[in-house]
């Protein structure tokens, strides 16, 4: 039995450019966000493993005799490099009761839980008795990366159970991060996690919830930018439920449909990653009003672009034109559909203006607020540097 606990979280993240693009090899710049999902490992009664997901609604627990028995028939065929494959989720689906076509969030929770616990106890060695919570400031399905940052969490989680990677928070520290080598490890599985979850992610998400702060992602190739900007960005959840997979596939489906109208779409979108992230990295920490144009007019070309792919909405129509009526410009992030937009706040938007715009979007019914961005990728907690509310979530069992 394990005699230590763990506390690790994992944040969500904004895309600024280059959703769905990056699912087809063009880049992507994100950043993480100051919200974060967290988990909590504790040793359990020694037979069985624990999972509670208040988030969505989730408290299940198994037998460790019969996830061994279970995993002999689902990593027979299991290849770390390779998506999870439609027999091995099958099989699982029908161990935890969960529908063959079921997208609900619980059974994608418990079905990428099964997967990575599984594959990772079939490399590592067997996940010991263990409870599980995960609690998130993050909305669920609303463009933010509340999947990766699932998924980020439980693979340091589970690879920290079977001793494949280390627990470098030392006494009296408040917090620690991974070796590299580590957070590489967690990324990848972070990725399998993700892969149960959409179906065929690129990466970025999981990326950002490992690594934090902002990046460029174009084909598994992560690249630092170290010289970001503090921006000022208001995030609004319009709060119209959407599913990536379902937007992913249906990008996909157009292109097939229309490849030489669309893939000019994705090539636009590149273009409009590599100028921002070169506007960025000419600006200087606190920069002056002069760069923003071309950051806003990047937006609603992008929005633009993402309306054609099919990944816009009424409810993101609603949020720009809202905007704009305070002479503020917004796009969507993450994959549409509703969810969340971003609206660029540049230095010499008056506060009047940041807060008259706020006020109409929540007349909207829509969710608006002020956050952080470039935030620490997935870190270990002492219980002391936890903030009572997320310690109390973690806590109830
Ligand atoms: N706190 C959580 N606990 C358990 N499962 C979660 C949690 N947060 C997210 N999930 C899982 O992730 C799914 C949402 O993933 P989805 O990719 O559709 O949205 P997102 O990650 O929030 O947005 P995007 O991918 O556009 O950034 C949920 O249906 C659920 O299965
Ligand atoms: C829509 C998408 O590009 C971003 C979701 O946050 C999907 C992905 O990259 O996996
Ligand atoms: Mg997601």
Redesign the pocket.
């Known amino acids: 039995m394990m005699e230590l606990g763990l506390l690790v979280s994992a944040p969500?993240?904004v895309?600024l450019h280059g959703?769905h693009a990056v699912v087809h090899g063009k880049a992507a710049l994100a950043v993480a966000l100051g919200l974060r999902?967290f988990l909590r490992l504790r040793p359990g009664d020694g037979e069985r493993l624990r999972v509670h997901?208040?988030?969505?609604s989730?408290r299940r627990e198994w037998g460790l005799a019969e996830l061994s028995a279970l995993r002999g028939r689902v990593t027979a065929d299991f290849d770390e490099s390779k998506s999870p494959s439609v027999e091995q989720l099958d099989v699982l689906k029908e161990f935890a009761g969960i529908a063959a076509d079921a997208?609900?969030?619980?059974?994608?929770?418990v079905l990428?839980f099964l997967y990575m616990c599984l594959a990772i106890s079939a490399k590592y060695g067997d996940v010991p008795s263990v409870d599980i919570t995960?609690?998130?400031e993050?909305?669920?399905?609303?463009?933010?990366?509340?999947?990766?940052?699932?998924a980020v969490c439980l693979a340091a989680a589970l690879l920290y159970a079977c001793r494949a990677i280390s627990c470098p928070l030392k006494d009296g520290e408040a917090t620690a991060r991974w070796t590299e080598d580590e957070m590489t490890l967690i990324n990848s599985w972070a990725f399998q996690g993700?892969r149960v979850?959409?179906g065929n992610?690129s990466g970025v998400?999981n990326a950002v919830g490992t690594w934090g702060g902002a990046l460029r992602y174009q084909s598994g190739k992560i690249t630092s930018l170290k010289r970001v900007p503090t921006l000022r960005i208001l995030l609004t959840n319009t709060k119209v439920p959407?599913?990536?997979?379902v937007?992913v596939a249906g990008v996909k489906e157009k292109i097939l449909k229309f490849p030489s109208i669309m893939n000019p779409v994705l090539d636009s979108i590149d273009a409009i990653s590599q100028e921002c992230q070169s506007v960025l990295e000419a600006m200087p920490t606190n920069p002056s009003p002069e760069y923003y144009p071309v950051l806003e007019e990047l937006f609603d070309i992008n929005q633009h672009h993402l309306n054609v792919i099919g990944v816009g909405h009424p409810s993101l129509d609603r949020l720009c034109r809202v905007t704009a009526s305070h002479g503020l410009h917004s796009k969507l992030?993450?994959?549409?559909g509703g969810?969340c937009g971003i609206t660029l706040l540049p230095p010499d938007a008056t506060p009047l203006a940041v807060e008259a715009a706020k006020r109409d979007l929540c007349a909207c019914g829509f969710e608006c607020w002020e956050t952080d961005i470039g935030a620490p990728g997935v870190t270990l907690h002492s219980a002391s540097s936890l903030n009572a509310e997320v310690l109390h979530a973690l806590s109830e069992s």
């Open positions: 969500g993240k895309i959703e999902t997901l208040p988030g969505v989730v997208s609900a969030p619980d059974s994608l929770a990428a995960v609690w998130s993050l909305p669920t399905g609303a463009g933010l990366g509340s999947s990766a940052a699932y993700e979850i959409h992610p998400d959407r599913s990536t997979k937007l992030t993450g994959a549409g969810g």
